[in-house]
């Protein structure tokens, strides 16, 4: 037990818990030191002078040994952290962090609908593009590349994805995975760029009230619009809509005449729909929505902007607005977007959903 002196400083420290080697030596400071060369067991006589050896270099420099080996070993461990946060920042995918933040706030949805609504808009509408993008290298102009043709077609679905994006980014920055918040950047760019063309849009969740007070009214012009909203079809498809493009009563073939992208369009009936056709049956004899001054004529493009105006909603929604209230429950609701395309009848470039 003790300390057994090999010469110039060395000792071999003998304790209860095993025998270590030590340099003990007067720093440049002045200060008395002891630095531990290693256990006796894994190191030899030999190897023990050698570390002794350098330490005494060391000194002669002008250097604390101790001090040296400490910088040296900090130095690593940083090394170390730091290779670790770069793994960590580049297997911090959007994708992986979005639901993970997801899986956290768990708690905080209404019920397991809206839940599933929440990452199912980010699935739909930013995974695709950025999903497997480390969230550190998401750009604010990648992020505004992304949602501003989404704002421009679908407004309600556009402004939410965004906004649940900005409560990932911040919660990402607390945790060291990102700095700053694109999303965040991209708010008042996104409303400044809003092209001039997008309609007027009920928000979907108000559509019911109003249906159910437009189907209180009589009226062609009522029975059009509910129709309008139910195959989420254009103004002047519907106006023109005529009994002999009701082939079995369950579709509605538009021929390609009377549709903007010059292509059929056949769109599947909902019961509500063809209760519709149903109690128009007999009113006109060419046109489903009959003018009642002539007979053989539709009704005018301003009998349903007339209706709304009666409803005084006319300032909250057009008639097409029911289209962008159409894509956006569509989109909240995690349908596929190339459906959704179909069912509005869309080609490549359309800017109003």
């Not at 590349?145 to 965004?162: A, F, H, K, M």
């Not at 607390?174 to 950047?185: D, F, H, K």
Request: hydrophobic letters at 40%; one cysteine or more.
């Amino acid at each position: 037990m003790g300390k057994h002196a090999d010469g110039r400083g060395l000792y071999l420290i003998v304790r209860p818990m095993g025998r270590v080697w030590a340099f003990i030596f007067t720093a440049p400071s002045g200060k008395r030191r002891e630095m531990h060369l290693g256990h006796a067991d894994a190191i030899g006589l030999k190897d023990a002078r050698g570390l002794a050896d350098q330490a005494r270099l060391s000194l002669k420099h002008g250097t604390d040994p101790l001090d040296a080996r400490n910088a040296v070993r900090t130095q690593a461990q940083e090394a170390e952290v730091s290779q670790r946060r770069a793994k960590a920042t580049q297997e911090a995918t959007l994708r992986r962090v979005c639901r993970a933040y997801h899986e956290r706030i768990e708690g905080t949805f209404r019920n397991h609908k809206h839940r599933a609504q929440w990452i199912a808009s980010l699935e739909n509408h930013v995974f695709g593009a950025l999903g497997d993008k480390p969230i550190a290298t998401v750009t604010p102009t990648a992020l505004l590349d992304l949602l501003q043709p989404l704002v421009i077609q679908s407004p309600e679905t556009g402004r939410r994805v965004r906004q649940r994006l900005e409560s990932v980014f911040d919660d990402a920055a607390l945790r060291g995975l990102c700095i700053g918040n694109p999303a965040a950047v991209i708010r008042r760019q996104l409303k400044q760029k809003r092209e001039k063309g997008h309609f007027r849009a009920l928000p979907y969740a108000e559509l019911p009230a109003l249906l159910k007070a437009i189907r209180t009214l009589p009226g062609t012009a009522a029975r059009a619009f509910e129709f309008t909203a139910l195959t989420a079809g254009r103004t002047s498809e519907v106006l023109g809509l005529t009994w002999a493009e009701i082939g079995n009563g369950e579709t509605w073939t538009v021929p390609a005449r009377r549709m903007k992208a010059g292509e059929p369009h056949i769109v599947h009936l909902s019961c509500p729909a063809r209760a519709i056709l149903a109690r128009q049956r007999g009113v006109g004899r060419k046109y489903v929505f009959s003018s009642p001054i002539n007979s053989d004529k539709p009704i005018s493009n301003m009998a349903m902007l007339t209706l709304l105006r009666r409803l005084n909603v006319a300032d909250k929604t057009t008639v097409h607005g029911l289209r962008a209230a159409f894509s956006t429950w569509a989109n909240e609701h995690g349908f596929r977007p190339d459906v959704i395309e179909a069912c509005l009848a869309h080609r490549e470039g359309d800017r109003v959903r």
